[in-house]
């Protein structure tokens, strides 16, 4: 079956260290995005890719990098300098004028 | 800029007892609105895109309408499945096809049996 997968379910990050939240799809959509999902609020953007080796910031990039060097693949690491980054993180991706379809997500917490 | 607000922020029915949800929305040039359907610790599903004032769509118990200024997700008869966080994200244009979204902030809809 087509869709988004998202891993690890669940990560741990220590104090000064750097994490890389994987997501894969198979829908042979252009375009990936990344967002950020914290209790109470709404999702918010942090980066999206339309083509391959290409990717624009989002809302709320600051602390984040991305990579774009496969169509299928839009890895999301989120470095030492993000200071607040337990959250639920969801991939996105989305072909032409349809809508996005979603992965089920990383939980990310702080050790 | 785009703005999204949702309310209530929580809503609890009986099983059967019909509401509705509400999707306020500031957008320049409307491109769609997206109504999503998460469930704890998932993903969000996808459920209506909406694109001009007027337009309806229904899906099961679920009905989703739009006007200039809002959409209301409606639910007739709910049952215990349809608990989960409802999400609302509206598209402006954004110089391309693949503009992105700006969501609200989810109303937590509890059906009890």
């Known amino acids: 079956d087509g869709g988004i997968t998202q891993s690890p379910k669940y990560l741990f990050r220590k104090e000064g260290q750097n994490v890389t939240l994987s997501c894969e799809q198979n829908l042979n959509h252009d375009a990936m995005y990344w967002y950020r999902q914290d209790p109470g609020q709404g999702l918010r953007l942090i980066y999206y890719s339309q083509i391959v080796n290409d990717f624009q910031k989002g809302d709320i990039a600051e602390g984040y990098s991305v990579s774009r060097e496969k169509k299928e693949s839009f890895p999301l690491t989120v470095t030492s300098a993000q200071k607040n980054p337990t959250a639920f993180y969801l991939c996105a991706s989305r072909s032409g004028f349809q809508p996005q379809h979603f992965g089920d997500g990383t939980r990310l917490s702080i050790l | 800029e785009d703005q999204v607000t949702q309310s209530p922020e929580a809503l609890r029915l009986q099983e059967g007892e019909s509401s509705s949800l509400n999707c306020s929305y500031t957008?320049?040039?409307?491109?769609?609105l997206f109504w999503y359907r998460q469930d704890p610790g998932k993903g969000p599903e996808f459920l209506f895109t909406?694109?001009?004032a007027g337009e309806e769509k229904e899906k099961e118990r679920l009905k989703a309408t739009l006007t200039k200024k809002e959409s209301f997700l409606h639910i007739t008869a709910p049952k215990p499945e349809d608990s989960a966080t409802y999400l609302c994200a509206v598209q402006a244009p954004g110089g391309t096809s693949y503009g992105k979204l700006t969501f609200g902030q989810g109303t937590i809809l509890t059906v009890h049996p």
């Open positions: 909406l694109y001009s």
């Open positions: 957008v320049s040039g409307l491109r769609g």
